[in-house]
C-alpha cells in the first residue's frame, strides 16, 4: 500500500487519496507523460487551452496543471470517489510540482526494488520518502 502518513504515522487521507492513488494507478507510460507535462509548467511552457477540463485523470481522479486553477508550480487532484475531494461538493487537495514529483520517484523506486526482490524479501519492509 502507498500512503502518506504525518509525524505521528497518523495516515494522511488527503495526499493518499488523491495524489498518492493517481500515481500508483497510473500505469508506467501515463504517469511519465503527467510527469513531462510537469517539467514544461516548471518552464513556464504549458498552457491549458481548457481550464474547466482536467488535464489528465486515471479512475475518476483527476489533475488540473497551472493556472487558472491552481497557481503556477502547483497541481490540484481530486477524487470523484471520495466526495470530500470531489469536485461535486468537495475540495480537491493542492501539491506542488515538486511534491508530485518526489511521489512519483518515491514510487519508480519502489517498483524497481519489487522487481528485483522476491516478496518475501520485502515482506515487512517500508519504503519510506519525504514528500
Known amino acids: 500500500m502507498f500512503y502518506a502518513v504525518d509525524k505521528r504515522d497518523k495516515i494522511l487521507r488527503n495526499a493518499t487519496n488523491t495524489l498518492l492513488d493517481f500515481i500508483v494507478e497510473s500505469v508506467p507510460a501515463e504517469l511519465s507523460a503527467v510527469v513531462a507535462v510537469l517539467n514544461l509548467e516548471k518552464q513556464g511552457q504549458y498552457f491549458q487551452l481548457d481550464p474547466n477540463v482536467a488535464v489528465w485523470s486515471v479512475n475518476d481522479k483527476y489533475v488540473w496543471i497551472g493556472p487558472p486553477r491552481v497557481a503556477r508550480g502547483f497541481v490540484l487532484i481530486s477524487n470523484e470517489n471520495i466526495s470530500e475531494y470531489s469536485e461535486d461538493g468537495g475540495v480537491p487537495e493542492k501539491f506542488s510540482i515538486k511534491q508530485f ?29 519525504i514528500i
Open 101 to 129: 514529483l518526489s511521489a512519483v520517484d518515491h514510487w519508480n523506486y519502489f517498483c524497481a526494488v519489487r522487481s528485483e526482490k522476491s516478496e518475501m524479501e520485502l515482506l515487512g519492509k517500508k519504503f519510506e520518502a
